[in-house]
């Protein structure tokens, strides 16, 4: 397999590759990544010293035509899994803008280059934030309609939607995964868990939207992960799966978890107004992804936060390698005025 992985300087792409170096090691990963400020090359170090020639980055915009296309056409690239997105609902909130144009017309871009060249499958990952919110019962299925409450999930569902468009359109092979609230090693810290663990850890007050009662389904990233490797080999062409982790949990329990896992109480909680649009829960039915790709959720949300725990306590260099100033100045500001 000659891959293509976009985005694999983040979070849940580092992990993606890293799984599909161990698992296969005959493969050809190459990482285009624009390198925000939430992408970082230190998150793949260790890969780029091991892997040798199987993986070679790129420094580069999936909204760059001319790149995408020389990039598939010279490697003879067999697949994309696309992971490049903005996706801070907050940072959205704020500018909108830079959402549309790398979610939407990134995604598209990929979609239309891949076509082109003639690539057999393109991968897009999505989120469950597209389909909005759910009352106190009930999970969201692959057939649930999207409804999204943010402009973070709108740019997402948008580009769904020309996924699907792509698909029926051109018989273009395209497979859509939507995944729940994921955690684990490398996740920039402007996100739920790693901020109150860097909060907690500084015994700064820990900043919580609202009641805290709102409700996410959390998933280790390393499950993700092997779902997306499952739809990469296994899915149905025009399929969307949903990823979960089968962990419903409270905004405030999560909390709570990582003061007791780094030793801190209570007191340190400060519920601050809540966001705009907050969609109070996600629950996912992933019946589908079992059925057809054999996906499971092998790590519960203990193990996970256990693991992700030990992980920032053995990595506090690269905590501190990327909270730069101008992520630093932006939290600030955010949180202040609803504090």
């Given amino acids: 397999m000659r891959l293509l992985v976009t985005g694999g300087c983040g979070f849940i792409g580092a992990n993606f590759l890293y799984a599909l170096r161990a698992r296969h090691p005959e493969w050809r990963l190459w990482n285009l990544d624009k390198l925000t400020y939430a992408g970082n090359l230190g998150n793949l170090r260790p890969l780029t010293a091991e892997a040798g020639d199987a993986y070679t980055f790129v420094h580069g915009d999936i909204c760059d035509r001319d790149l995408v296309t020389r990039l598939l056409a010279e490697h003879q690239i067999d697949a994309v899994v696309n992971f490049a997105a903005e996706s801070h609902v907050?940072?959205?909130?704020?500018?909108?803008?830079?959402?549309?144009?790398?979610?939407?017309?990134?995604?598209?871009?990929?979609?239309?280059?891949?076509?082109?060249?003639?690539?057999?499958?393109?991968?897009?990952?999505?989120?469950?934030?597209?389909?909005?919110?759910?009352?106190?019962?009930?999970?969201?299925?692959?057939?649930?309609?999207?409804?999204?409450?943010s402009p973070y999930s709108a740019s997402k569902a948008g580009a769904d939607l020309i996924a699907r468009a792509y698909h029926e359109t051109y018989g273009q092979?395209?497979?859509?995964?939507?995944?729940?609230?994921?955690?684990g090693p490398y996740q920039f810290p402007e996100k739920l868990i790693p901020l109150m663990y860097c909060k907690a850890l500084a015994g700064e007050p820990l900043p919580v939207y609202g009641d805290g009662r709102n409700v996410r389904d959390w998933i280790f990233v390393d499950d993700h992960c092997l779902g997306i490797e499952l739809a990469l080999l296994k899915g149905r062409a025009g399929a969307v799966y949903n990823f979960g982790g089968a962990a419903e949990m409270e905004n405030i329990e999560v909390v709570r978890t990582i003061l007791h896992l780094t030793g801190r109480d209570d007191s340190l909680i400060r519920f601050v107004t809540d966001r705009p649009g907050h969609d109070r829960r996600y629950a996912m039915n992933f019946d589908l992804a079992a059925t057809e790709l054999g996906f499971a959720p092998s790590v519960t949300f203990a193990q996970g936060m256990a693991r992700t725990i030990a992980w920032y306590q053995a990595n506090p260099d690269w905590l501190s390698e990327v909270q730069s100033g101008a992520y630093l100045t932006f939290m600030e500001s955010w949180y202040k005025e609803r504090a």
Avoid: K, M, W
């Fill in 173 to 183: 092979d395209i497979v859509v995964t939507r995944c729940s609230n994921n955690y």
């Fill in 90 to 149: 907050d940072r959205s909130i704020d500018d909108p803008a830079p959402f549309v144009l790398t979610n939407v017309l990134g995604a598209q871009n990929i979609l239309d280059c891949a076509r082109r060249a003639g690539v057999s499958r393109v991968v897009h990952v999505s989120t469950d934030e597209v389909y909005g919110s759910l009352g106190a019962t009930g999970q969201f299925h692959e057939t649930t309609p999207l409804a999204p409450n």
